[in-house]
């Protein structure tokens, strides 16, 4: 856990906020690569995982931004209305689940709405590397855009290709075209709300990208208890307990109601933060985490969304 303060928090956009972080000791912050993310908690019980969206280059500062959510959980209401300038906060050191490869030739960067802040740390680490390419930044205006003043100028602006649906026709986002004839050395990273990130995907699927050209980050999952779930049990082999699971409630949910401590962070099946070995039994994975391939050798699952094809699962607990 890191200790740091608010030292700006700045309105970027429409509903969005940024917040500049420092350490209270004043030291350096632990380094980070484009991509990463830092758990914030927000209040007790509240923790939320932001990008970080400056130069992975500085290592006295953290930037994250977030975009205030009408049906907030706690976490953007939390920081948008409870958390100022001169705030502390306690957050976790950066972690990646979104690396940027930094081996490809030419690289198409998309960012929709509050997508841009993984994106935008992409931005400076490939300036930084002299690497080729574009980011296309999508909303409904430019005033619902962060950071749109930073990267319409140098360095970023030669790179930037900005749409917005209240715009000229011709600057309206055409993906086929942006995506058309992709080279072998071409990298996509994509992130944004769902529905605009799998029109990428499928878009430069349908173009020829490979999947391992394809790199995307989900902000969000889909729910966790299902209509139609069953039961299950769960036995911990470290000391035989066996715990029944409900169909509406998670096996992480149970796990803490008795006392089994488990890290845990988005409690989404997105950071990986809760895996647990499989050590019997086949899990019925619901995460965005794990590869189809580590799914397939059900040796392990994420506790806060997924749950079991069979009668009971044996965990490495």
């Given at each position: 856990?890191?200790?740091v303060?608010v030292?700006?928090?700045?309105?970027?956009?429409?509903?969005?906020?940024?917040?500049?972080?420092?350490?209270?000791?004043?030291?350096?912050?632990?380094?980070?690569?484009?991509?990463?993310?830092?758990?914030?908690?927000?209040?007790?019980?509240?923790?939320?995982?932001?990008?970080?969206?400056?130069?992975p280059?500085?290592?006295?500062?953290?930037?994250?931004a977030?975009?205030f959510?009408?049906?907030?959980?706690?976490?953007?209401?939390?920081?948008?209305?409870?958390?100022?300038?001169?705030?502390?906060?306690?957050?976790g050191?950066?972690?990646?689940?979104?690396?940027?490869?930094?081996?490809?030739?030419?690289?198409?960067?998309?960012?929709?709405g509050?997508?841009?802040?993984?994106?935008?740390?992409?931005?400076?680490?490939?300036i930084?590397?002299?690497?080729d390419?574009?980011?296309?930044?999508?909303?409904?205006?430019?005033?619902?855009?962060?950071?749109?003043?930073?990267?319409?100028?140098?360095?970023?602006?030669?790179?930037?290709?900005?749409h917005?649906?209240?715009?000229?026709v011709?600057?309206?986002?055409?993906a086929?075209?942006?995506?058309?004839?992709?080279?072998?050395?071409?990298?996509?990273?994509?992130?944004?709300?769902a529905?605009?990130?799998a029109?990428?995907?499928?878009?430069?699927?349908?173009?020829?990208?490979?999947?391992?050209?394809?790199?995307?980050e989900?902000?969000?999952?889909?729910?966790?208890?299902?209509?139609?779930?069953?039961?299950?049990?769960?036995?911990?082999?470290?000391?035989?307990?066996?715990?029944?699971?409900?169909?509406?409630?998670t096996?992480?949910e149970?796990?803490?109601?008795?006392?089994?401590?488990?890290?845990?962070?988005?409690?989404?099946?997105?950071?990986?933060?809760?895996?647990t070995?499989?050590?019997?039994?086949?899990?019925?994975?619901?995460?965005?985490?794990?590869?189809?391939?580590?799914?397939?050798?059900?040796?392990?699952?994420?506790?806060?969304?997924?749950?079991?094809?069979?009668?009971?699962?044996v965990?490495?607990?």
């Amino acid at each position: 856990m890191l200790e740091v303060c608010v030292s700006q928090k700045i309105i970027e956009a429409d509903g969005v906020c940024s917040f500049e972080l420092l350490a209270v000791n004043g030291a350096a912050l632990p380094a980070f690569t484009a991509g990463s993310h830092v758990d914030v908690h927000v209040a007790p019980g509240v923790v939320r995982q932001y990008s970080l969206c400056n130069s992975p280059q500085e290592q006295g500062r953290y930037m994250i931004a977030v975009l205030f959510e009408a049906e907030s959980r706690g976490g953007s209401r939390g920081m948008h209305l409870e958390v100022g300038q001169g705030a502390r906060l306690t957050i976790g050191t950066p972690r990646n689940l979104f690396d940027l490869d930094l081996t490809g030739e030419r690289y198409l960067l998309f960012a929709g709405g509050i997508g841009i802040t993984p994106i935008l740390a992409m931005a400076h680490a490939l300036i930084a590397a002299g690497k080729d390419f574009e980011l296309h930044y999508c909303g409904r205006s430019a005033q619902r855009l962060a950071f749109v003043e930073l990267l319409s100028s140098p360095p970023f602006s030669h790179h930037l290709r900005l749409h917005v649906d209240d715009g000229p026709v011709e600057q309206r986002f055409n993906a086929a075209q942006v995506l058309a004839c992709p080279s072998a050395g071409d990298q996509l990273y994509v992130c944004g709300p769902a529905g605009f990130m799998a029109h990428v995907q499928s878009t430069a699927q349908s173009c020829g990208w490979s999947d391992q050209q394809i790199h995307r980050e989900d902000f969000a999952a889909p729910p966790q208890v299902l209509e139609g779930d069953r039961a299950f049990e769960v036995e911990l082999a470290r000391s035989g307990r066996v715990l029944t699971i409900p169909a509406k409630q998670t096996v992480l949910e149970v796990l803490l109601e008795n006392a089994i401590e488990i890290e845990s962070s988005c409690e989404q099946g997105i950071c990986g933060a809760c895996m647990t070995g499989v050590l019997a039994g086949e899990p019925d994975h619901r995460d965005q985490f794990m590869t189809a391939a580590e799914h397939a050798r059900n040796d392990s699952f994420t506790p806060c969304c997924s749950r079991s094809n069979s009668p009971r699962l044996v965990l490495d607990l």
